[in-house]
């Protein structure tokens, strides 16, 4: 049966709705990108960009770097961004928008984030860089899905404990990364480590400025956290969204991040442009 219009959005030029784009478009592999603004600063390592487009804050370049055609995307801050480009980046590849069904052979997507990410251990200091191999969903996007398929009920149990979660806040997930991409991005220059992923930047991370908070000890309390070796090492706004929905989707997903802050010491990068260069100078070279 065809999707519905109201569902699957098109634009009258035939690209998806928010991403502007066409299947043609896209490359096999994705680098997602918070800023509009460093999507170049990844590009201007290619031999060619064939492909340039944007609308709001969701900018993209294709192109060519060693002979592997990559795309890069902009895609805003928070899980709630990353729901509309993940789905979407999905049908482009997924679905005919000719016949609005889903296609009887699925492919898989490689998306690798690069970003920045504040560190919850003292022995994690800023200018280093760190690989999610899990990801922990303390904002409840991921609710809207069913996801008992991909969650990691040890883990979220003993978590749950661990803090004594509010039954008020949405239970948490913990997903993991793409072993495959684990294996190709991993090196002894990189930490590893669980991931936090929150649906904000102040009060949902235990920042206070004037409101004051339903949990002051949370992250006292993720500092803390450990089982079977997994510790939960830094906090973000994205790394579950996309690990979540790249399960769900079947394609394969993994989180690098740029430490510019450390939430423990108080610290914050002196020149976190460099780290960021760093971080997408590794990626390239593993990529």
């Not at 109201?6 to 030029?13: A, C, G, T």
């Not at 590849?93 to 998306?111: A, C, G, M, P």
Request: hydrophobic share 35%; aromatic share 6%.
């Amino acid at each position: 049966m065809p999707i519905k219009a109201s569902e699957l959005i098109l634009n009258p030029d035939g690209s998806i709705y928010h991403l502007n784009l066409k299947p043609e478009n896209i490359g096999q592999i994705i680098i997602f990108v918070g800023d509009q603004d460093r999507v170049e600063k990844v590009t201007k390592h290619f031999e060619v960009i064939d492909f340039e487009t944007q609308k709001r804050e969701f900018k993209t370049q294709t192109g060519t770097f060693k002979g592997k055609r990559i795309s890069v995307i902009s895609t805003g801050i928070g899980p709630d961004n990353i729901d509309i480009v993940l789905n979407e980046l999905d049908a482009l590849v997924n679905i005919d928008f000719t016949t609005r069904q889903v296609k009887e052979t699925l492919t898989s997507l490689d998306i690798i984030r690069i970003g920045t990410s504040g560190s919850l251990q003292k022995d994690i200091p800023v200018d280093s860089m760190l690989m999610s191999t899990h990801a922990l969903d303390i904002n409840g996007m991921l609710h809207s899905y069913k996801v008992d398929t991909i969650t990691n009920p040890d883990i979220e149990e003993a978590f749950l404990k661990h803090t004594n979660w509010s039954e008020n806040k949405a239970k948490p997930i913990v997903i993991s990364n793409s072993k495959t991409l684990e294996k190709r991005f991993d090196s002894t220059t990189i930490y590893k480590g669980l991931t936090a992923t929150a649906g904000g930047f102040y009060g949902p991370q235990g920042r206070i400025l004037r409101l004051q908070i339903q949990d002051t000890e949370l992250n006292n309390k993720m500092d803390t956290f450990l089982f079977n070796g997994i510790r939960i090492t830094n906090l973000e706004m994205e790394t579950a969204a996309i690990y979540g929905l790249s399960k769900l989707l079947g394609h394969q997903a993994i989180s690098l991040n740029a430490i510019i802050a450390n939430r423990v010491t108080g610290t914050f990068s002196e020149n976190p442009n460099k780290i960021m260069d760093e971080l997408i100078m590794y990626t390239l070279k593993h990529i």
